[in-house]
């Protein structure tokens, strides 16, 4: 969503707030895929019930570390920083809690993360800045005329187009990670959907769970390699077994796509979005 917001000249804050019922919708639905399966092939507990006891100190552990998100959330919304300005005073605050409360850092720790970190943001501005140089060369050849006339050459009906765009996104995550296909598709699809009348901040929506979802779809799924190296599986075992993980967020973004109220009803209520 940041990065969307920084190539698209969005609100970050209105991104946030229109991922919220999406989260939910997403988070909800595969808990009940879980618990259909679970009851179908007889699933063992992965751990025994916890005691309230047991449940209390768990929760007084995670207050610190929950915190994270209410600080940035909440400075962002609530007009305190900026979006860049929450990400330092989240590292301070991280560091702050890994140092002295939770004692999971120490200060040798503190060079190899950093280096971590900076590779990592290398890769993303490397990726901006050819991004916003494509950008430009497409805008130069006339690309977004072009493929919007194409787009719109197909049907004129905006609900047949978002379905073709859905169907297009789907596969571009099957290969690129979410972060380059929001920056390369980005400023060629949002200004074609704007145009029909699609609200930015939902097209955004559509565009960043669509692409979140092809982290766990083959050949390229980021997420399934991830998954892989911990559990010593086949990437393929992997892949055979999200399926109907795959169809109840499938089924998710169709319905985000042609609920629009679910994504804007919140930015809506706190301004973001008329």
């Known amino acids: 969503m940041i990065i969307y917001a920084y190539v698209m000249g969005e609100s970050v804050a209105a991104l946030f707030l229109a ?35 047991e449940r209390g100190q768990a929760s007084l552990r995670a207050i610190w570390p929950l915190m994270t998100p209410v600080i940035i959330l909440g400075g962002i919304l609530g ?37 971590r970190s900076g590779i990592t943001s290398a890769v993303v501005l490397l990726l901006v800045g050819a991004a916003m140089a494509f950008k430009t060369v497409a805008s130069l050849a006339h690309t977004p005329e072009t ?15 978002l379905f073709l765009i859905n169907i297009l996104l789907f596969i571009v995550g099957m290969f690129l990670d979410a972060g380059p296909a929001i920056i390369i598709l980005g400023p060629i699809l949002g200004p074609i959907f704007a145009e029909l009348g699609v609200n930015s901040v939902h097209f955004a929506i559509i565009m960043a769970v669509n692409l979140t979802v092809g982290l766990l779809t083959p050949p390229m799924g980021l997420v399934l390699f991830v998954t892989s190296s911990v559990s010593g599986l086949r990437v393929e075992t992997i892949a055979r077994a999200t399926l109907p993980f795959l169809a109840v967020e499938v089924a998710v973004i169709f319905l985000l796509t042609y609920f629009p109220a679910l994504t804007l009803t919140v930015p809506r209520l706190f301004g973001f979005v008329p």
Request: charged share 10%; net charge negative.
């Open 79 to 115: 007009g305190v920083f900026t979006p860049t300005e929450a990400a330092g005073i989240a590292v301070g605050y991280a560091m702050f809690i890994g140092l002295f409360v939770m004692r999971t850092l120490h200060l040798t720790d503190l060079p190899d993360i950093l280096i």
């Open 19 to 53: 991922g919220i019922v999406p989260g939910v919708l997403i988070g909800v639905s595969l808990m009940a895929v879980i618990a259909l399966m679970a009851d179908r092939y007889d699933l063992p507990p992965a751990t025994r019930r916890a005691t309230w006891p």
């Open 147 to 161: 493929l919007a006339g194409f787009i719109l050459g197909l049907s004129d009906n905006p609900y047949v187009l």
